[in-house]
C-alpha cells in the first residue's frame, strides 16, 4: 500500500493500541498532525510541552501501558527534557516523538533546529533520528518495545520534516508492519533477562528460612512489573514485614497487618528503624536510593541482602548483594515462593515471632503525630491530607508535587490500592503533579484523581488547568500553600541558622481562587479547620470541570521524623511531640 510517512506514523501509533497523545504542533511536526484528524487516537493540547511529558507519564504511572507525547524541533524537544529525565529516574514507560528539521538542513543552524537525539541521549532509554520514511514503522515498534520491556523507560524517536511531508517525495513508502520476528531479529543485543536463577533462589530462600530479623525491602519494580499480588502472597507465606518506598507506595496494603509503610529520609520511624535492625534484607525492585540509605557505611549493618532487579546494573551499584538475582520480580518473587516451599512447611522456618512483637512495639511507641486545633486558626497540611483521605473513594488516585506536601502525603494517605500513587521520586520534578493527575485522569477516568499541590509547584505547571478545563477533564487539585518554598525553608531553618533566602511566595500574590477561576475551574479558599470536611466534600460531587481548593496551611510546619543528610538512619529525628513525650 503507498502511503507517506505522516500516515505511517500515526497508522503506527495505531497499531500499537496507542488511543491517546499529549501534545503541542510546530512547524516540524506539523506534517504528522494532518492526519491525526482522521485517526481514533485523541490528541489532548496541552500549553507547555513539559505538561505533555508528564501527562504521558501520569497516564503510565495510573495504567501501566506507555503514555505518548509528540511535540516539535528545538524549543519543542528541549522542553520535555525535563521530562524525560524525571520518566527515566522512575523506570516510566513512555515514547516521545520529536519533530526535525529537514534531513538536508541538520546541522545547519536551521530555524528550531537542535541535536535533539544529543540532548537527550542521557535521559533516555534509547533515542533514534529516523532518516528514511519506510523505517518508521519498525522504529516506531521498537520504541514500545524498548519502552515497555526490561526495565522500562522513556524512548524517544526524532522525526525530520521531510520523510513525514506528503509534499515532498522523501516521504513516499510502501506500508509494511514489522512482525514480532522482525523487531527480536532488528535488536539482536536487546535481550532483558527476566527469569532468575535457580541455583541464586534457592540460595534466596535458604537465607530467607534462616532469618531471625527479616525485612522485605519493596521498591518500585513491583509495580513496573505487576508484582504486588506475588508480593503480598509472599508476605504472607513467611510473616516477613514489608516497608514500601516512596515509589512503591501501594504495591503492598497499608492496611495489612505486615505493612510498615515508608522508609528513608522522611519514612517513619519502625520502617527506618526495622531496615536498621534487620538481619535479612530482601530488597525487591529497589534500588537503595540515597534517600532511602541515608549515610551508606551506617545502613542495615548487620543485614545479609537478597537483591532482585531486571536491570543488572542495580545490583552491587550501591550495596554488594549476598545473593543479587537478575530477572523479573513478579517471577522471580513466584520462583523464591516455590523454593520456600519446596524446603518444607512454617515449622523448616525460624521463628520470627520475637522480632514481630519488637516491630509492633516501635509502631506503638512512634506514631506519625501532629497537633491541630479545631478552634484554631493554624490550618495543619497533615489535618487537610486524613480529611482528603477520609472523604474521598478508597481507590481515590493520588499525584503529588515535591517538596514537603509530597512527603506528607505519602506519609498520611492510606495506599491500599496498586497504581493509586503518582509521583515524582527519583528527579524530584517541581510542577510534576498537576499535569500527571491530568495524564492519569484521562488514563483511568473511571477513578477520582487529587493532585496534591505545594504553591511553589503550582505556579509552574498550572497553565495545564487550562487543558484540563477545556478537555472536560476533571481533576481535583488540593493546593497547599503556606506562602514558602516549604521543604527549603525547613532545610534553612534547621541547617542554616533560620537564615530564609530566597523562600518566600507569598500568600495573596497570586490570587490562586481568581486564577483557577479564570482557568475554567471551581475554586474555594480554605482557611480554617471547620471549612475543610465541606470544601473537600463539594469538591468531589463536581465532575464536569477541574476543581482548586486553596488551603491556607501552616507555614512553620515540618516533615518528621527526619533522618538530616549525610547522617545514619540511626539518628532519625522523630519531631519536638514526640520528642516532648519523652520517647
Not at 527479616?214 to 502472597?233: D, H, M, N, S, T
Not at 532511602?292 to 550501591?318: C, M, N, Q, S
Not at 484540563?468 to 500553600?481: F, G, M, S, Y
Not at 475551574?521 to 482548586?548: F, H, M, T, Y
Request: some cysteine.
Amino acid at each position: 500500500m503507498n502511503t507517506n510517512g505522516g500516515q505511517a506514523l500515526i497508522k503506527s501509533l495505531e497499531l500499537e493500541g496507542v488511543e491517546v497523545i499529549f501534545g503541542l504542533p510546530g512547524g516540524a511536526i506539523l506534517p504528522v498532525y494532518d492526519p491525526i484528524l482522521d485517526s481514533p487516537i485523541r490528541h489532548v493540547l496541552v500549553r507547555h510541552e513539559q505538561g505533555a511529558g508528564h501527562m504521558a507519564e501520569g497516564f503510565a504511572h495510573a495504567t501501566g501501558r506507555p503514555g505518548v507525547a509528540m511535540v516539535t524541533s528545538g524549543p519543542g524537544a528541549t522542553n520535555i527534557v525535563t521530562p524525560l529525565a524525571d520518566a527515566y529516574m522512575d523506570s516510566i514507560p513512555m515514547v516521545v516523538i520529536t519533530g526535525q528539521v529537514p534531513l538536508p538542513s541538520i546541522g545547519t543552524d536551521a530555524f528550531q533546529e537542535c541535536d535533539t537525539v544529543g540532548i537527550t541521549r542521557g535521559v533516555t532509554k534509547h533515542n533514534e533520528l529516523v532518516t528514511r520514511a519506510e523505517d518508521i514503522p519498525m522504529a516506531i515498534r521498537q520504541a514500545f518495545h524498548i519502552a515497555t520491556t526490561g526495565r522500562p523507560g522513556p524512548v524517544l524517536v526524532d522525526i525530520p520534516k521531510d520523510i513525514v511531508d506528503p509534499r515532498n517525495p522523501a516521504s513516499a513508502m510502501n506500508w509494511h508492519w514489522p512482525t514480532d520476528a522482525d523487531v527480536s531479529s532488528s535488536m539482536p543485543g536487546y535481550k532483558p533477562t527476566t527469569k532468575g536463577h535457580p541455583k541464586k533462589i534457592k540460595e534466596a530462600a535458604v537465607l530467607i528460612a534462616t532469618a531471625r530479623q527479616p525485612v522485605i525491602y519493596a521498591g518500585g519494580g513491583i509495580l513496573k512489573a505487576r508484582a504486588a499480588e506475588a508480593l503480598r502472597e509472599l508476605a504472607e507465606l513467611t510473616g516477613i514485614p514489608v516497608v514500601t518506598t516512596l515509589m512503591a507506595r501501594g504495591a503492598f496494603p497499608d492496611d495489612h497487618e505486615l505493612c510498615l509503610g515508608m522508609p528513608g529520609m522522611h519514612g517513619n520511624y519502625t520502617a527506618v528503624t526495622s531496615i536498621q535492625k534487620s538481619d535479612l534484607l530482601i530488597a525487591l525492585g529497589s534500588r537503595f536510593d540515597d534517600r532511602v540509605t541515608g549515610k551508606l557505611d551506617g545502613f542495615a549493618p548487620d543485614a545479609r541482602i537478597i537483591h532482585v532487579d531486571i536491570d543488572p546494573a542495580e545490583l552491587g551499584k550501591v550495596r554488594r548483594a549476598d545473593v543479587p538475582i537478575v530477572g523479573d520480580c513478579r517471577l522471580v518473587i513466584e520462583e523464591i515462593i516455590k523454593a520456600l516451599n519446596a524446603l518444607g512447611g512454617p515449622e523448616s522456618r525460624m521463628d520470627i515471632t520475637p522480632w514481630r512483637q519488637q516491630v509492633s512495639a516501635w509502631q506503638e511507641l512512634y506514631p506519625l503525630i501532629y497537633e491541630q486545633s479545631i478552634d484554631g486558626d493554624l490550618l495543619k497540611p497533615q489535618y487537610v491530607l486524613e480529611q482528603l483521605r477520609d472523604r474521598s473513594p478508597a481507590d481515590t488516585i493520588v499525584a503529588s508535587g515535591v517538596g514537603q506536601h509530597q512527603m506528607w502525603t505519602s506519609q498520611y494517605w492510606k495506599f491500599n490500592y496498586p497504581y493509586t500513587w503518582v509521583n515524582s521520586g527519583g528527579l524530584g520534578t517541581m510542577g510534576f503533579s498537576i499535569p500527571a493527575a491530568i495524564g492519569a485522569k484521562v488514563g483511568r477516568p473511571d477513578r477520582t484523581v487529587w493532585a496534591v499541590d505545594g504553591d511553589g509547584c503550582f505556579q509552574m505547571t498550572a497553565q495545564e488547568l487550562v487543558t484540563a478545563a477545556t478537555e472536560r477533564i476533571p481533576v481535583k487539585i488540593a493546593l497547599l500553600n503556606n506562602a514558602y518554598l516549604g521543604m527549603v525553608r525547613q532545610w534553612q531553618e534547621m541547617f542554616y541558622g533560620e537564615r530564609y533566602s530566597e523562600v518566600y511566595l507569598s500568600p495573596d500574590l497570586p490570587d490562586y481562587v481568581k486564577w483557577a477561576e479564570a482557568m475554567g475551574c471551581v475554586a474555594l479558599r480554605v482557611e480554617s479547620p471547620d471549612e475543610v470536611g465541606p470544601a473537600i466534600d463539594k469538591a468531589n460531587e463536581i465532575n464536569d470541570r477541574p476543581v482548586v481548593l486553596e488551603f491556607r496551611t501552616d507555614a512553620s510546619e515540618k516533615v518528621f521524623p527526619m533522618v538530616s543528610p549525610g547522617t545514619s538512619n540511626d539518628q532519625i529525628d522523630v519531631g519536638p511531640l514526640q520528642n516532648g513525650l519523652g520517647r
